[in-house]
């Protein structure tokens, strides 16, 4: 059901969005933020340099290694590294955040792949940004709905924004819900924090007004009698909307929802979204 939002509410609805909002940008163009990215540089066991990040880097059963020459350092965990380091074996969706002078040089693994992914903060596409577009707050875009669990998670794999590169997510259960006289459901899948999930979708707004591969709602842990908000005024772009040097996961089949939702994030500038 729709939750109902009094006029006198309104204007607090309205500051907490835009809060809300104003935290997403200021996430996404910090100076490494994904706007800063300069390179998406995929790993093997053949030492390789690249030119926005110092060393040659390689990977192999042992995990990433990076030999740096001399005058090179990175600082790693606040601590100055020469010559050769080992990152070792990263979790799948983990990473390491290596200082080189003002930029980060971001090392993690995707999809089973070992990464490098600087992040400078003069790369062009953030020294540009001017902001996303998004749909106007509305109260009748947030929707109360039914987490329903699974017995036990299952395993999901989803395509990604990267050419044949896939995720897999360990989904937790559904949620279902109606909107405008519609009954929808998504899956769902592990959210940052305890308890917490996510939704990514798409809807016939995709590729219209919104980024055509997906978006992702995050969402509050359900209450003990399974309810669960979905404020689709807080649907976001992940950062494949703005670059292509990112590996985002797109939405599982089931979650391509036949209806428009006319709320969140709009299709950004960069992929010419007005």
């Given at each position: 059901?729709?939750?109902?939002?009094?006029?006198?509410?309104?204007?607090?609805?309205?500051?907490?969005?835009?809060?809300?909002?104003?935290?997403?940008?200021?996430?996404?163009?910090?100076?490494?933020?994904?706007?800063?990215?300069?390179?998406?540089?995929?790993?093997?066991?053949?030492?390789?340099?690249?030119?926005?990040?110092?060393?040659?880097?390689?990977?192999?059963r042992?995990?990433?290694?990076?030999?740096?020459?001399?005058?090179?350092?990175?600082?790693?965990?606040?601590?100055?590294?020469?010559?050769?380091?080992?990152?070792?074996?990263?979790?799948?969706?983990?990473?390491?955040?290596?200082?080189?002078?003002?930029a980060?040089?971001?090392?993690?693994?995707?999809?089973?792949?070992?990464?490098?992914?600087?992040?400078?903060?003069?790369?062009?596409?953030?020294?540009?940004?001017?902001?996303?577009?998004?749909?106007?707050?509305?109260?009748?875009?947030?929707?109360?709905?039914?987490?329903?669990?699974?017995?036990?998670?299952?395993?999901?794999?989803?395509?990604?924004?990267?050419?044949?590169?896939?995720?897999?997510?360990?989904?937790?259960?559904?949620?279902?819900?109606?909107?405008?006289?519609?009954?929808?459901?998504?899956?769902?899948?592990?959210?940052?924090?305890?308890?917490?999930?996510?939704?990514l979708?798409t809807?016939?707004?995709?590729?219209?007004?919104?980024y055509?591969?997906?978006?992702?709602?995050?969402?509050?842990?359900?209450?003990?009698?399974?309810?669960?908000?979905?404020?689709?005024?807080?649907?976001?772009?992940?950062?494949?909307?703005?670059?292509?040097?990112?590996?985002?996961?797109?939405?599982?089949?089931?979650?391509?929802?036949?209806?428009?939702?006319?709320?969140?994030?709009?299709?950004?500038?960069?992929?010419?979204?007005?």
């Open positions: 059901m729709t939750t109902e939002v009094t006029t006198t509410d309104l204007r607090a609805f309205t500051e907490n969005w835009l809060d809300w909002y104003r935290a997403q940008e200021a996430r996404l163009a910090d100076p490494h933020g994904f706007l800063a990215i300069t390179g998406l540089h995929w790993l093997d066991d053949r030492p390789q340099r690249f030119p926005d990040a110092p060393g040659a880097w390689h990977t192999g042992d995990g990433v290694v990076v030999t740096l020459d001399a005058g090179e350092e990175l600082v790693v965990d606040g601590t100055p590294v020469r010559g050769e380091h080992r990152f070792g074996v990263l979790p799948e969706r983990g990473g390491v955040d290596a200082v080189w002078g003002d980060v040089i971001e090392v993690a693994r995707r999809g089973g792949n070992d990464i490098v992914r600087p992040r400078h903060p003069d790369a062009p596409l953030r020294t540009a940004f001017t902001g996303t577009p998004a749909y106007a707050p509305d109260p009748r875009w947030v929707v109360t709905g039914r987490y329903l669990p699974f017995g036990t998670p299952r395993p999901t794999t989803v395509g990604a924004a990267a050419w044949g590169l896939e995720h897999v997510y360990h989904a937790p259960g559904r949620i279902e819900f109606e909107l405008h006289g519609r009954q929808l459901s998504l899956t769902a899948f592990p959210g940052r924090g305890a308890g917490r999930l996510m939704v979708f809807d016939a707004t995709s590729g219209v007004t919104t055509a591969a997906n978006r992702v709602l995050a969402l509050e842990p359900p209450a003990a009698d399974g309810t669960v908000v979905l404020d689709f005024n807080r649907a976001a772009n992940l950062s494949c909307a703005y670059t292509d040097l990112a590996t985002c996961p797109l939405p599982p089949a089931e979650n391509r929802l036949p209806v428009a939702i006319e709320a969140g994030q709009k299709t950004p500038r960069e992929r010419g979204g007005s």
